[in-house]
């Protein structure tokens, strides 16, 4: 028979948030009855100690100095890595720094400290990442299958959308009716309530949160927790400049954006306006 793969899951500086994502995955016992966990902070498991590992997951950020550490966070995250066959950065923290410090593989938009162990390392960004997200990237590396990558490690399954995309909200987007408040059901968020999906690669859309919502379908805007630049400034706000939004969605040009935004504000959907209208009354 052959052993389970040994999976050693660490916490940097974290909140636990992305620990706490992954137990809501709803088949987590079949899947850990798959692996042999090494350690793990919450879930039952040996005591920690360094040790070689097939399966590495690093949840949180890196910080220098941090106090409450007794030891070298660093030091310890560079045995670890250099003892294990793979790792997995779980959440924005360990990927890009996020919340709380540094991230693993990047520094917000600078290579990190471990970019150098890139070719071992897969991303799986989000604040927290959804859970289905986390056991997807587990099961395939312990399947031993192959993931496809970007350039950020990130897959591509699961990154290669954006949050935009699936959106119930998507027919508002295109004739530019905007929502008039937080929570309602009607409008696109993007003018006015600062929704980042159109430049946020995450399949939050595609594959929602218990199975049946994502921020967008809720009312609130979505935030870009995925994405190296989160937590941004003023997180209901679309910067714009002369009532134009200071970066225009992901994949398509200034003037091609500007040409349909213009064309369907002015053609104006007066089903979606009415609709928008019955709600507020
Ligand atoms: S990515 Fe978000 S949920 Fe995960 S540890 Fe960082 S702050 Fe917490
Ligand atoms: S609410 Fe956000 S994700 Fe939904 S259509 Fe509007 S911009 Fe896109």
């Keep these: ?3 389970k793969p040994k999976v050693l899951w660490i916490d940097a500086v974290s909140c636990y948030g992305c620990s706490h994502s992954f137990y ?17 902070p919450l879930l039952p498991s040996n005591e920690f100690k360094i040790q070689k590992s097939d399966i590495l997951i690093i949840e949180g950020a890196l910080k ?12 310890l995250i560079s045995k670890l890595i250099k003892f294990s066959n793979k790792v997995l950065l779980i959440g924005t923290c360990a990927v890009y720094g996020g919340i709380f410090g540094e991230g693993v593989l990047f520094n917000k938009d600078e290579k990190g400290k471990f970019f150098k162990c890139k070719d071992k ?8 990442p959804h859970p289905e997200w986390i056991a997807y990237a587990i099961e395939m590396l312990i399947e031993n299958k192959k993931l496809l990558l970007d350039g950020e490690n990130r897959p591509k399954e699961i990154y290669s959308y954006t949050s935009h995309m699936g959106c119930v909200r998507n027919e508002y987007f295109e004739w530019k009716v905007d929502a008039l408040d937080f929570g309602t059901k009607e409008g696109c968020l993007f003018y ?14 595609k594959i929602l949160w218990n199975e049946v919502n994502s921020k967008p379908r809720a009312g609130t805007p979505c935030f870009g927790c995925t994405e190296k630049t989160f937590p941004k400034r003023n997180l209901f706000e679309t910067v714009k400049f002369m009532g134009i939004p200071a970066n225009i969605p992901l994949g398509v040009s200034k003037r091609a954006y500007l040409t349909l935004a213009g064309v369907s504000k002015s053609l104006k959907n007066e089903r979606l306006i009415k609709r928008l209208i019955d709600e507020d009354n």
């Design 24 to 40: 809501n995955y709803p088949q987590i016992k079949e899947l850990l009855n798959k692996i042999e966990f090494l350690y793990h």
């Design 1 to 3: 028979m052959h052993s």
């Design 192 to 205: 006015e309530q600062g929704c980042q999906g159109p430049y946020t690669h995450s399949s939050c859309n």
């Design 121 to 128: 390392i897969i991303s799986i960004p989000g604040c927290p």
């Design 64 to 75: 220098n100095n941090f106090s409450r550490l007794e030891y070298n966070l660093i030091e």
